[in-house]
């Protein structure tokens, strides 16, 4: 009997010692922050140190992909692990008020998976994907922690008289939207760093999702100096409506402000850094960082000033590269080689079987995503047949769908107008701005395309795409 029990014992320690063992996973996305604005990617003009130690300590990707051109999509597409032909969200489908259309309350997240490993589970900054109390409130997907922002309207200013804290609301009676005490983005890093302080002891996931450096361009004066004079500037006179909320304010030194915010997150990061070291977690956390889409023309931000896009071609709310390519660092030391840098192709739907096979977290069937962890930790590594992206906004180009097939980069626009018209053809491996399109020369790569096209889009009521549906 006595060795029965000590049997029992020690299998129980082991099952303990195991779950212990089990890494921190820190995701921290950024928010329209282009492919080159971080020093690591060539930026010249804006210092990112902390965020390019991450590089120096980690991987950097140069073919890692965001879900989606714009917000909520692509957060639906990271925690799902569905491509755009698949997901539930779309577009930025807004409501009479505050908030976005809801994913389903049955919808699988990454922070459900990660519940059933006893994970402590935190979303941090903006969410987009379900108004308070509703289905697609993040208390209702996996979290156990929201502190932030609701709404993606609601985040375009940064000193906001309140935020959200799971289904209460923090009031700072002293902001005024434009101006104030509390700046939104360092009341983000507090919740941040103290979710992981509180989640020391045992295995903690963090999605802090930094509305910076998405417009309004607002930024306290410290950091603002940092950059003040050092370029010309046009003033931005701003369209911001303070009667409906709506609109992005003005700023007189846009293009300063715009590298003082970028530079401000990147000191919030390295205060993050700093902290998983001196509580002696770093060695056992796996920290990515990363872009929600390419970078802004709106709102004063002067992307063609800072080369946000790195060369790329196109922008935020375009399929092209320049609105989906998005910096990719990770950092896990002892697992991720330091330095290392990948070519892999990938994309956000990676991250669900990603963040599975690294907790054994049982991964469902059907997903879009392919585990990066071979690629992360130097073992051979499976590639994607194809990625795939569809975006039904007739503002944005008129409607676009876009296939990642090897080297080849397909691209459809105006799709919203009644005809499939015709798909550009890109060899990214020599012609990585797309400038090119050499779809005359090998249709049967088109071909192929148009087939990938057909099957990877299944008809959405909540998001209706024409030109593919009918």
């Known amino acids: 009997?006595?060795?029965?029990?000590?049997?029992?014992?020690?299998?129980?320690?082991?099952?303990?010692?195991?779950?212990?063992?089990?890494?921190?996973?820190?995701?921290?996305?950024?928010?329209?922050?282009?492919?080159?604005?971080?020093?690591?990617?060539?930026?010249?003009?804006?210092?990112?140190?902390?965020?390019?130690?991450?590089?120096?300590?980690?991987?950097?990707?140069?073919?890692?992909?965001?879900?989606?051109?714009?917000?909520?999509?692509?957060?639906?597409?990271?925690?799902?692990?569905?491509?755009?032909?698949?997901?539930?969200?779309?577009?930025?489908?807004?409501?009479?008020?505050?908030?976005?259309?809801?994913?389903?309350?049955?919808?699988?997240?990454?922070?459900?998976?990660?519940?059933?490993?006893?994970?402590?589970?935190a979303c941090v900054g903006k969410w987009g994907l379900g108004y308070p109390g509703s289905e697609g409130d993040p208390n209702h997907q996996g979290f156990d922690l929201f502190f932030g922002y609701n709404c993606q309207r609601h985040a375009h200013q940064y000193y906001r008289?309140?935020?959200?804290?799971?289904?209460?609301?923090?009031?700072?009676?002293?902001?005024?939207?434009?101006?104030?005490?509390?700046?939104?983005?360092?009341?983000?890093?507090?919740?941040?760093?103290?979710?992981?302080?509180?989640?020391?002891?045992?295995?903690?996931?963090?999605?802090?999702?930094?509305?910076i450096p998405h417009v309004s361009l607002q930024v306290p004066d410290e950091s603002l100096k940092q950059y003040e004079g050092q370029w010309p500037e046009t003033p931005f006179k701003g369209r911001y409506r303070p009667e409906t909320g709506q609109g992005y304010t003005g700023h007189e030194t846009p293009r300063a402000a715009y590298a003082a915010m970028v530079s401000h997150m990147d000191r919030n990061i390295g205060r993050l850094l700093d902290q998983l070291d001196a509580l002696g977690l770093a060695e056992n956390t796996l920290l990515i960082f990363t872009s929600d889409n390419g970078a802004s023309s709106a709102g004063g931000a002067d992307y063609k000033f800072f080369n946000s896009t790195g060369g790329l071609r196109g922008k935020k709310g375009q399929l092209y590269e320049g609105g989906i390519r998005v910096p990719f660092l990770a950092k896990w030391p002892g697992h991720v080689g330091a330095g290392t840098t990948s070519d892999h192709i990938s994309a956000f739907w990676d991250m669900l079987p990603t963040f599975g096979e690294i907790t054994g977290a049982e991964v469902p069937d059907g997903l879009d995503g392919i585990s990066l962890l071979p690629e992360l930790t130097g073992r051979p590594q499976a590639a994607h047949d194809f990625l795939y992206w569809e975006f039904n906004a007739r503002n944005y180009n008129g409607g676009q769908v876009a296939v990642r097939m090897g080297d080849w980069k397909g691209i459809k626009v105006n799709q919203l107008k009644g005809k499939r018209g015709h798909l550009e053809l890109y060899n990214l491996n020599i012609d990585a701005a797309e400038q090119k399109d050499v779809a005359n020369t090998y249709p049967e790569i088109c071909r192929k395309m148009e087939e990938i096209i057909r099957r990877e889009h299944v008809p959405s009521k909540l998001f209706p795409f024409a030109s593919l549906d009918d």
């Open 1 to 121: 009997m006595k060795n029965w029990i000590m049997i029992a014992l020690l299998l129980g320690t082991q099952a303990f010692a195991e779950r212990s063992r089990l890494p921190n996973i820190i995701y921290i996305l950024a928010d329209d922050l282009g492919y080159g604005d971080l020093g690591c990617y060539g930026q010249e003009k804006i210092k990112t140190p902390n965020i390019d130690r991450i590089a120096a300590e980690g991987m950097k990707f140069t073919q890692h992909y965001s879900g989606q051109a714009v917000c909520a999509p692509s957060r639906c597409s990271f925690l799902t692990g569905l491509h755009q032909g698949h997901a539930y969200i779309r577009n930025n489908k807004e409501l009479p008020h505050e908030g976005q259309t809801p994913i389903p309350a049955d919808t699988f997240t990454i922070a459900k998976m990660l519940k059933t490993k006893g994970y402590a589970t």
């Open 161 to 211: 008289d309140y935020l959200w804290k799971n289904d209460t609301k923090v009031l700072y009676p002293d902001n005024k939207d434009i101006e104030g005490s509390n700046y939104a983005a360092d009341e983000m890093r507090k919740e941040a760093l103290a979710f992981v302080e509180e989640h020391k002891d045992q295995p903690f996931f963090l999605y802090w999702a930094t509305p």
